[in-house]
């Protein structure tokens, strides 16, 4: 019989973007169980939260710090899941105290705060995995095992982008439609980025296993909040001579998420759009369309039974895509608990990857700042 991993939520509660989202994903498979959390700053929504989810009171916390003290020993893994501006202390206090980590994209909002959490992490031997729930859609896996499998040749381009019109939209009574404040605020890295640009490059890095070397990009304001960036585009050059064109916006009017990858190789391309989630189209170089899902013959790993929770013609979606990963990241604690090393996982995202895509974003302000192209360096200098 598997074990079932014990989690304690810090953030999350009943009013934030995705604390309900983990909080069944979690729990899907039966692999995790939220047992304890500090969902929220506000008394009453922290109780509130805790009492819709039977967290008992006695374990429902006022505090993160009182959450991380009392719970030393009957936690398996902590969940972070406040604003990304405000991971860094209870990501550190967490690993300083012996807690796995689950932390939600962006894992920080700064490439120094990364690097501190990449030490602190180093010299408590600590487990910590960033989700990042899109490449746990079951296409999306299958297009990476035919670009593993060499299905496509050698891999020459990916478009990818991911336009959102949240900035631009008005409400029914014809006003802005307000987000969360800490997203109306840009620091040294734009927000935009660490919202959207964090799904694109994990995506790229994910399907490819390349790396961006050389970029040009450009990032501009269009919709109703003019203090922060919300519509950015960049032409990448990545390893093995890889060319990426990105986009990714929320003032992208007619989009509620349209995030599309098409790849283009030597002999063939695939394209995937996360609005029809199921379907992989590809085409090879004498002129054949195919169009698969879960239950076609030709798949490779999106007929498996971990990604078919209902059979092909029930789309596996959002939540399930945010479950697969969560099966990921409980293989890779179960490794970890067992061998005490955080071993790279073929699905799971870890520091080193999150300071990555900080390191490219900074690289991307840099590029717009001085309109030319700027080197991507793969550490801080």
Known sequence: MTDVFKLGFIGGGLNSAVGTTHFIASQMDGLFKVEAGC???????????AERWGISP?????????????ETGSLDAIVILTPTPDHFEPVT???????????EKSLTSTISDAINIQEVQKAHNGFLAVTYNYTGYPMLRELKYQIDNNQLGMIQQIHIEMPQEGYSRLNRDGNPMVPQQWRLRDDDLPTLSLDLGGHVHSIIDFISGEKPQQLVAFQS??????QVVDNSLC????????TCNIWFSKSALGYRN?????????????E?????????????????????????????????????????????????????????IADSLRVFKKTGTQKTREYVFETQHALEGLIMFKAMTHSSKIQNW???KTSEQ
């Open 235 to 242: 032409i990448a050059r990545y390893s093995n001579d890889l």
């Open 272 to 328: 995937w759009h996360q609005m029809e989630p199921e379907f992989l189209i590809s085409h090879d170089n004498r002129g054949h369309k195919m169009i698969l899902d879960r239950a076609s013959v030709e798949v490779g790993v999106s007929h498996l039974p971990r990604y078919n929770r209902f059979k092909s013609g029930h789309p596996a979606g959002f939540l399930e895509a945010f479950g697969n990963l969560y099966c990921d």
């Open 58 to 70: 006695e374990r429902n916390y006022a505090s993160f710090s009182d959450l991380l003290d009392q």
């Open 374 to 376: 700027v080197p991507v």
């Open 39 to 49: 969902f929220s700053r506000d008394p009453e929504i922290n109780r509130q939260t």
């Open 221 to 226: 304001s269009l919709g109703c909040f003019s």
């Open 93 to 103: 206090q967490a690993l300083k105290k012996g807690y796995a980590v689950i932390c």
């Open 258 to 270: 349209g995030l599309r990858i098409r790849v283009f190789g030597e002999k063939g391309s695939a």
